[in-house]
């Protein structure tokens, strides 16, 4: 069983910072690419950002420059940290990690981050 453990969600006011981060005890968060989902109500889980297991990352365009996501594989956590928020980035933030052979993905379960304006 794979389970992935979202934390640091909550409330945070346009401009400012925050800290999402994700955990697993699976080996294969450690040895897989690792991303960062968001969902609004109504719409379908947009990228926000991966990572490999060998650190390179890539970013949706509307976070670009904003938003930084890395890896701590001794700790197991994968992280987002959240620059410059808009109210526009309020959404549940949700990670993902993947086995292959055959392909399957893990999902937590979402932390709500609410941006006020």
């Known amino acids: 069983q794979v389970q992935l453990v979202e934390s640091g969600g909550g409330l945070v006011q346009a401009g400012g910072s925050h800290r999402l981060s994700c955990s697993s005890a699976a080996s294969i968060f450690r040895t897989n690419p690792v991303a960062w989902f968001r969902q609004t109500p109504g719409n379908p889980r947009d990228l926000v950002a991966s990572i490999t297991s060998s650190g390179v990352t890539n970013y949706a365009d509307f976070v670009k420059g904003r938003f930084t996501i890395s890896r701590d594989n001794a700790k197991n956590t994968v992280y987002l940290q959240m620059n410059s928020l808009k109210p526009e980035d309020t959404a549940v933030y949700y990670c993902?990690?993947?086995?292959?052979?055959?392909?399957?993905?893990?999902w937590g379960q979402g932390t709500q981050v609410t941006v006020s304006s």
């Open positions: 993902r990690t993947q086995r292959l052979g055959p392909l399957r993905f893990y």
